[in-house]
């Protein structure tokens, strides 16, 4: 199993390339399902997420074609078997995004129950509460969501949609869904990631009828038929944040080319008050930072509030910056997996229930810890970059899931970090 070696204390310099969203190339993989036609992604991160999503897609009987400059080229006109086996589904949770496009255009799915889930329960019921009201019948057995259109109707019909919580997948399952339904859908208390909005755009592109997107409030009118077009996904926010942090912890100056601050306001407030300097600049974002910061309370909340998915890594930048900080987790019920090992890496941290206190420390020192899920692992990685000796983080499985060649891109700006077996 590789694990990442890293030798902290090393100041990073330079520049780094920012790659497309994974939260966005996933459901924008899924929603070429929409349409017969072949569509064109640019921009796609090559991350294991990534490849899992089109090893599905592929299985399904979908033409896939990948360019050496980051485009994927997908043809479902070939789509032959509309279903997401638990094999694939089990390992990314992003596959019950293939169920909302493969109802709308076959009239049924059978997709697997994604499953609980390191972070949190995590379950689906929003999506399929929201399905049914467009009137699709699903049933859920052995482990699955299987999924029809009644007798006599070949489409979604469209609804209004408030569900009970934001939820970033559900918006973009009812999306895809709503785009081909017949009628008009209305999407209350729609998530309003970036990503979502990035769908939304491509779904224009395609010939899907969209307004609203970027608010609670979506309004979509179904369209009969949707048509190929090409897309470029959107900058990861979340590595744009995650170099962010890392330059912030370890001191430097860095150049996020890509990276962009309007999509990461919440974490780029708190990173000024803590004393970075961290600055829009033409193409991308410049991050300085020197010493020790001040350290930052934060509750982490739905967009454009502070992202559950950059708690772990601002944590890691808490735990060197001076004085005490709380972070409260609303998410997700179990994100705090990371603690323990930071702790072992000499932070002072306690957890009560959704909140953790921090105390900086000066320094951290070098061990072995584990990776237990995707922004855990890098919130390790943070730390092994400033904590003195050698730092092994082992299961970095997780970091693969959803970073695009991480360790490389740091290697570029200064850092002495390593793959090993
Ligand atoms: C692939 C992708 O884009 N993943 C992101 C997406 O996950 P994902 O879309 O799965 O997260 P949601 O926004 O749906 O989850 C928000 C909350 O709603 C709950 N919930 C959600 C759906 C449902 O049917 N029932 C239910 O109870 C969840 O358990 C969670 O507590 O948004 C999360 C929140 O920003 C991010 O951490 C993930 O990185
Ligand atoms: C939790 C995450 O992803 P997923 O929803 O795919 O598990 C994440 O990107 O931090």
């Not at 995004?97 to 689906?124: D, H, K, M, N, Q």
């Not at 399952?173 to 979502?196: D, K, R, S």
């Amino acid at each position: 199993m590789d694990k990442l070696l890293i030798r902290g204390g090393r100041q990073l310099l330079g520049e780094v390339l920012i790659s497309g969203a994974k939260n966005a190339a996933l459901p924008e993989l899924c929603a070429t399902l929409l349409t017969a036609e072949p569509v064109t992604l640019r921009n796609v991160p090559r991350l294991q997420d990534v490849s899992t999503m089109l090893t599905l897609i592929r299985n399904m009987g979908v033409q896939v074609e990948q360019g050496a400059d980051g485009s994927v080229q997908v043809n479902a006109g070939t789509l032959s078997s509309p279903e997401a086996p638990y094999e694939l589904v089990k390992t990314m949770r992003a596959s019950v995004l293939a169920l909302g496009p493969l109802l709308a255009r076959f009239g049924e799915a059978t997709v697997s129950l994604p499953g609980g889930c390191a972070i949190g329960s995590r379950p689906v019921d929003q999506h399929i509460k929201g399905l049914q009201a467009m009137g699709a019948e699903i049933l859920v057995e052995h482990g699955y969501m299987i999924a029809k259109l009644p007798k006599g109707r070949t489409r979604l019909k469209g609804a209004r949609i408030a569900t009970d919580m934001v939820t970033v997948t559900g918006t973009e399952n009812f999306l895809m869904a709503a785009a081909l339904a017949e009628g008009e859908t209305i999407l209350e208390n729609a998530a309003q990631e970036p990503e979502i909005p990035d769908l939304a755009e491509m779904l224009i592109k395609m010939g899907a009828k969209i307004e609203g997107h970027g608010s609670s409030r979506i309004r979509i009118q179904g369209v009969e038929r949707l048509h190929g077009c090409t897309h470029q996904v959107v900058a990861d926010r979340i590595e744009t944040g995650t170099f962010l942090c890392a330059v912030a912890a370890t001191g430097g100056d860095v150049v996020l080319k890509h990276g962009r601050t309007d999509h990461l306001d919440a974490v780029i407030d708190k990173l000024r008050e803590a004393g970075a300097s961290v600055e829009a600049i033409e193409g991308g974002i410049r991050v300085k930072s020197q010493g020790r910061l001040k350290a930052q309370s934060f509750r982490t909340t739905e967009y454009p509030g502070f992202p559950t998915d950059m708690q772990a890594q601002f944590m890691a930048l808490n735990a060197i910056s001076l004085g005490p900080s709380k972070v409260t987790e609303t998410i997700f019920e179990n994100r705090f997996m990371h603690v323990n090992e930071l702790v072992r890496l000499g932070a002072h941290i306690q957890i009560d229930g959704k909140v953790s206190v921090i105390e900086g420390v000066a320094k951290l020192s070098g061990a072995t810890v584990m990776a237990t899920d995707l922004r855990a692992s890098a919130s390790l990685v943070i730390a092994g970059l400033v904590a003195d000796g050698e730092t092994v983080v082992d299961r970095i499985y997780h970091l693969d899931r959803g970073y695009d060649q991480m360790e490389t891109k740091l290697r570029g700006i200064g850092a002495d970090i390593e793959r090993v077996k």
